[in-house]
């Protein structure tokens, strides 16, 4: 007897991102003009533009070493080669999963509590550690930005505000993932909140063992934060780390700016980095906003239409369709690995 035939699926991540690329399809239709973008392209220097597929993958190295660095103070042995791999296991989550920015980090932090069978509150302290350092240098690299713009340009007010309004809201999800850092209690309350929200979906869920084994990972966790506070020159090393990663993923716009014949100011590449940067923290990194706000954004800063959506298509090559195929692969590994040590013990 033949197995019964699965029912087609189309898995819904490629769905979303078809859907993204119609919507982006659409915008070059009715406001660029595809001739002038085909001809911009046709220029690009090809040796120039490789040095942004190995500045995506700096970032992804250096980003892996703010993470060992971290781990290791919280003395968490673990290889730069594995970290290597979940950090790029965390770009796929990031890059393909609707979330709030923290799904990535999510999946790090149990792939390698799994993989290591290590303690999954102080690699949870790790993650957020490292997640500090990022949120820190995108607000600086915005607040640097807009300060440059205002000063060398007379751009519109709404523009000005929309920047501003992003800046704001950057600082205070700094803020909040700090203070919940620091503070137990307020973690605490949290989670009280979570489960009384659960209860009241659930009437028959009995949360006390949830609720015992959640308040001993918060616990972990909270204490490897106090940790990694206790060694200020692992934390000084690894920010110089963060700032190497962060100054190679910025990179890659400035290098396809140059690949295109076109270099840009600083400011401008920073602004543009940092608002489409965050949008990872409202889940719409893939429905095609990216490249529309890189695109319209550019387009403001008085960049010419054609070239900014041209800058936009390399640069998402770079950092979306590179990073998906790399990171995919050191998924399917990183399960691999984890399959084979779990067969074993």
Avoid at 222 to 229: E, N, T, V, Y
Wanted: proline share 3%; glycine share 6%.
């Amino acid at each position: 007897m033949n197995p019964a035939k699965k029912p087609f699926r189309i898995n819904a991540i490629f769905l979303l991102l078809i859907l993204g690329l119609v919507a982006f399809i659409i915008y070059i239709y009715f406001y660029i003009n595809p001739t002038e973008v085909i001809g911009i392209l046709s220029r690009t220097n090809l040796v120039v533009y490789t040095g942004a597929f190995v500045a995506y993958f700096l970032f992804a190295l250096f980003s892996s070493l703010v993470w060992q660095q971290l781990l290791s103070s919280l003395s968490i042995k673990i290889s730069k080669r594995k970290t290597l791999l979940f950090t790029w296991v965390g770009l796929f989550f990031d890059a393909t999963v609707p979330q709030l920015g923290w799904s990535g980090d999510v999946s790090k932090t149990y792939l390698l509590a799994k993989d290591s069978k290590g303690d999954a509150g102080k690699i949870g302290a790790s993650v957020v550690g490292q997640k500090i350092f990022t949120m820190t240098l995108t607000i600086v690299a915005l607040s640097a930005g807009l300060s440059l713009v205002i000063a060398n340009y007379s751009l519109p007010f709404a523009t000005t505000l929309l920047i501003a309004f992003v800046l704001i809201l950057s600082i205070l999800a700094l803020a909040i993932v700090y203070f919940v850092s620091i503070k137990p209690a307020t973690t605490k309350t949290l989670l009280n909140w979570a489960i009384k929200i659960g209860v009241f979906f659930r009437k028959r869920w009995n949360p006390q063992n949830f609720q015992v084994k959640a308040e001993e990972l918060l616990g972990k966790f909270h204490g490897g934060f106090k940790q990694l506070a206790e060694h200020p020159k692992a934390l000084a090393k690894a920010a110089v780390f963060a700032v190497s990663s962060f100054i190679c993923e910025v990179s890659v716009i400035f290098i396809t700016f140059v690949a295109l014949g076109y270099p840009v100011p600083i400011e401008k590449v920073l602004i543009v980095f940092t608002l489409t940067g965050t949008l990872q923290t409202v889940g719409v990194t893939f429905f095609g906003f990216p490249e529309l706000i890189m695109t319209v954004s550019f387009s403001a800063l008085l960049i010419p239409a054609s070239l900014a959506l041209s800058v936009t298509l390399l640069t998402r090559v770079v950092n979306l369709w590179f990073r998906l195929i790399a990171s995919y692969l050191a998924l399917q590994w990183a399960g691999i690995k984890i399959l084979r040590q779990g067969q074993v013990s």
